[in-house]
């Protein structure tokens, strides 16, 4: 892996600035819904499986997202693709928290994610290209701001779900974020994201095998974080005591290591082989999951999900990386392929987790996270280049 210049630098200006508070404001629609989902789970008496099923609708969305993406960014630009994006997912946010009824609510969640999942994607590849060869560090910058956005969404759930306002008055903090971006950086854009058009001369080389195994290490790596979002908070309450109000708050300390591992990850991908990084990452959330699921003591608990975050905020860049990489020169190819393989991953995983708690018990069910851990570090060990 070749260093970046010492020359490159990374310049914070207001297009940069404006996509990381876009990224911030989607931060608060998917965490906040994920450690909503508990709560929702206990109005709406439902079984895991079928609050799992909103984990799908939001897969599903991400699935059709990663469809009419490069469509939509022909068509239109990635600006207005971003803020067609920013209005769907505030939909459907609005209608989880106007609405109760399970159809409503899933719909919900579908409309956020499908619509999320394309503000995020298209002001990513609006950044990458503003930054040029600082684009990775302004990509990781980014998501760490995303993720310290989500803590505080989080920890503003719990404590909003323990008073008279409910639950449901935290999740308008999505539309409230979003529209303070528009009366205040509506105007700014990177200057440079025209979409280049798909060549129509000699059709392209199929993908190696190495490309579609990288696509499944993401898939497991997506599941595996989104088997977190959705169902530490259950498995803490559940282990520990606490109220679903108060477990709440153990999603927090997820995302914080979530957070701190990111921040850390440009400095160490710059020092560190991706095969040997990743590796090491996968391990540490191995450790961070068994503290968790083999406690009972709140404090312990708190610890092993720092830990789980810590390793996991490495898992998504580098499994999105090694695509890359592996689509040779179709980058392209790769960032279709990415959404449609994440949105794969959040329907299988938490679902799946969801019917093994139904029929298990949800700390039985957590045996799954060490299973994707196990499936990502093969696939990474089986698809690292040869020295």
């Known amino acids: ?22 990224l911030g404001t989607f931060a608060t629609f998917i965490y906040g819904l994920s450690a909503a989902l508990p709560l929702l789970r ?18 599903v969305g991400t699935i059709l997202a990663g469809l009419s993406l490069p469509l939509l960014t022909r068509r239109y630009s ?44 298209s002001a990513m590849a609006a950044l990458s290209e503003h930054h040029g060869a600082a684009g990775s560090a302004a990509l990781s910058e980014a998501n760490a701001v995303g993720v310290v956005v989500g803590v505080a969404a989080t920890f503003l759930l719990s404590a909003i779900a323990q008073t008279a306002l409910g639950w449901r008055a935290a999740l308008l903090l999505t539309p409230a974020l979003t529209a303070l971006l528009v009366l205040t950086m509506g105007r ?26 990288a696509g499944g290490v993401l898939c497991c790596c997506v599941a595996l974080e989104f088997s977190f979002n959705l169902w530490a908070a259950e498995l803490f309450a559940s282990r520990t005591g606490l109220s679903a109000a108060a477990a709440a708050t153990g999603l927090t300390a997820f995302l914080a290591g979530l957070a701190a591992g990111r921040f850390a990850g440009a400095y160490l991908a710059l020092r560190l082989a991706p095969a040997r990084l990743f590796l090491g990452a996968l391990a540490i959330t191995a450790m961070g999951w068994l503290l968790f699921w083999s406690s009972t003591w709140p404090a312990l608990s708190y610890a092993g999900l720092a830990l789980s975050g810590l390793g996991a905020s490495l ?15 179709r ?37 799954l996270v060490p299973v994707l851990i196990g499936l990502a570090a093969g696939g990474v060990l089986i698809a690292r280049p040869r020295a």
């Open 1 to 22: 892996m070749s260093a970046i210049s010492e020359s490159t630098r990374l310049t914070r200006d207001r297009p940069t600035w404006l996509i990381y508070l876009i």
């Open 42 to 59: 206990l109005q709406q008496r439902t079984s895991g499986t079928v609050a799992g099923l909103h984990g799908t609708a939001m897969a």
């Open 78 to 121: 990635r600006r207005v693709t971003t803020w067609i994006g920013l209005a769907g997912m505030n939909a459907g946010v609005l209608l989880v928290v106007l609405f109760s009824a399970l159809p409503l609510t899933l719909l919900g969640y579908g409309v956020a994610g499908g619509f999320g999942s394309i503000a995020l994607y």
């Open 188 to 213: 700014v854009w990177p200057p440079a994201t025209t979409v280049a058009a798909s060549p129509t001369g000699e059709r392209p080389a199929p993908p190696g095998w190495r490309f579609h195994l």
């Open 315 to 329: 898992h998504f860049p580098l499994a999105l990386a090694a695509l890359i990489t592996h689509a040779g020169d």
């Open 331 to 367: 980058p392209d190819r790769a960032g279709a392929a990415a959404p449609i393989w994440a949105g794969s991953a959040m329907a299988i995983g938490p679902l799946a987790l969801g019917a093994l708690a139904d029929g298990f018990g949800t700390w039985n069910a957590f045996l």
